[in-house]
C-alpha cells in the first residue's frame, strides 16, 4: 500500500526483511493492507520487552494516549521506532488529538521525535526512538 508520496508504507515506517513489528489499537485491516517484506515476524500486540524493530500505535483521541508512550517504549529495540498514529484533522475519525499532543507525550518520556508520515487517508504517525545518549553502547 503506498501512501501519497508513493513510498511504500512499510517503508516509510521503516519495516526491513527479517524485523519484527507489533501494533497497538490498529484499524481493522491495517495489518493486512501492508505489504510486508519478507520474513517479517508480525505480532498483533506487543509481548516482549526491547523486542520490535517497529511498533506502531493509534491513539483516536487523548484519552487514548494519555500513558500510552510510557506503557510502550519498552517493547522497542534501542534503535527501534515507535509509532504514534492520530486522526488527521480532515479525517472523518472525530477526535480532540493533534500532532503537539503526540510530540508532547514522547518528549515527556525521554524519546525523540525523527519522522512524521500519512499512515493513510485517515491517520498521521510520528516516530520516537531512543535518545542516542540513552542508549547502551
Not at 39 to 47: G, H, K, L, T
Not at 88 to 99: C, F, M, P, Q, T
Amino acid at each position: 500500500m503506498a501512501g501519497y508520496s508513493g513510498t511504500p508504507l512499510p517503508k516509510k515506517l521503516g519495516i526491513k526483511e527479517g524485523g519484527r513489528i507489533s501494533t497497538v489499537g490498529a484499524p481493522d485491516g491495517f495489518l493486512d493492507s501492508l505489504e510486508l517484506p519478507p520474513s517479517v515476524a508480525v505480532d498483533e500486540s506487543p509481548a516482549d520487552e526491547r523486542a520490535y524493530d517497529v511498533l506502531v500505535a493509534f491513539a483516536p483521541d487523548l484519552a487514548a494516549l494519555e500513558g500510552l508512550v510510557g506503557r510502550l517504549s519498552g517493547y522497542i529495540t534501542w534503535s527501534g521506532g515507535l509509532w504514534i498514529a492520530w486522526p488527521k484533522r480532515a479525517s472523518s475519525l472525530a477526535s480532540d488529538i493533534v500532532e503537539s499532543d503526540v510530540r508532547a507525550a514522547g518528549l515527556a518520556e525521554g524519546l525523540v521525535d525523527n519522522k512524521i508520515c500519512a499512515v493513510d487517508s485517515d491517520w498521521s504517525g510520528l516516530r520516537f526512538v531512543h535518545r542516542r545518549e540513552n542508549r547502551p553502547r
